[in-house]
């Protein structure tokens, strides 16, 4: 179930349906997002519940320039190392946490007084915000804990309309960067801008959240345990060479690697590569594209080996991990 499919002509009607309080998908760079008019308390209500998501999970505001990512941040309270991440990475799939304004209401940070604010890479978005005329709050277009929707025919939740844009460049979420009371820039969520390409920014590494945490809410909601997960059942392995024959052994079993080569012969039902050459950024963007075929595939379960831990993989290996199904 979900809405009426635009394409890139019919941005004035996306853009009309959001100033009135309709639900529209978008492309990002990243994944489609559901969204809504950050400043309306009940279209903001309705993306939560079209995607079943807890209230206590927080919207991710989306401005269609740097100057209007600044107008609903509390210029007064923005810790020093935000402006220079904004100046090197917006436009981009990078969100940061700051101070918020009265201008965002309260049921988009789920009561925090900080707000997540990006300015996407993708141009048909910013020009669809630009022409909304109001900042786009939006969560991933997926049912909440399901696997990201990286292409217009992927979006699966209810909504008035989906804009298409094509399928997404990046195919995994921003970065999420917050700050410590003290000014420190903290890594939220490993994204679609690689860790060291803002620690190399800052000039400084960038620190792990406080897991203590300072009260009963998660830090970044969207850390939690499970997420992105398919329907099938799925096993995220270190290397698939530990993997017995036997493990296998008269279930239809699919493969989600890397390149691929190394799970030939094994008995494998269908294998995805996600970069047959080894391109990380180029396995990013296939990602989730890649789960969605497997988990249409009518497998009994889905083996994700790890990527090196750099630069994206940082990111598909977070988000292998939380789609793993968790041990009985
Ligand atoms: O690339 C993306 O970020 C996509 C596209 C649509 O822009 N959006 C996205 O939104 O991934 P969502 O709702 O699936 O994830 C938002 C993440 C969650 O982990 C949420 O907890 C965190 O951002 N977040 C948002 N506001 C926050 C805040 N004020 N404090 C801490 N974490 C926040
Ligand atoms: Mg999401």
Known sequence: MR????????????????????????ATETVYGLGADAT???????????????????LIVHAADPGSAWGLADLDEVPAAAKPLADEFWPGPLTLVLPKTHAVPGIVTSGLDTVGLRVPGHAL?????????????????????GISPTRAEHVAVPCDAVLDGGP?????????????DDGTPTLLRPGGTAAEAIEAALGRPLASPDPAGGDDRPRSPGMLARHYAPRTPLQYVARIERL?????GGRRVGLLSLRGEAGRGMGFSSIEALSPR???????????????????????????EAVPDTGLGRAINDRLRRAATPAA
């Open 168 to 180: 997404c460049m990046t195919g995994v979420e921003s970065t999420v960067v917050g700050f410590a």
């Open 244 to 248: 017995s024959p036997a493990e296998l």
């Open 40 to 58: 309306d308390p009940g279209a903001v209500a309705r993306v939560f519940a079209a995607k079943g998501r807890p209230s206590f999970d927080p």
């Open 278 to 304: 080894g391109d990380l950024v180029e396995a990013a963007s296939n990602l989730f594209d890649a789960m969605h075929r497997l988990d249409a595939a009518g497998l009994d379960l889905i083996v994700a």
């Open 3 to 26: 809405g009426r499919l635009l394409q890139p002509d019919q941005i004035d009607e996306a853009a009309a349906l959001l100033r009135g309080g309709g639900l529209v998908a978008f």
């Open 125 to 145: 978005a910013r020009e669809l915000i630009r022409r909304a005329g109001v900042p786009v709050a939006a969560p991933s277009a997926n049912a909440f804990g």
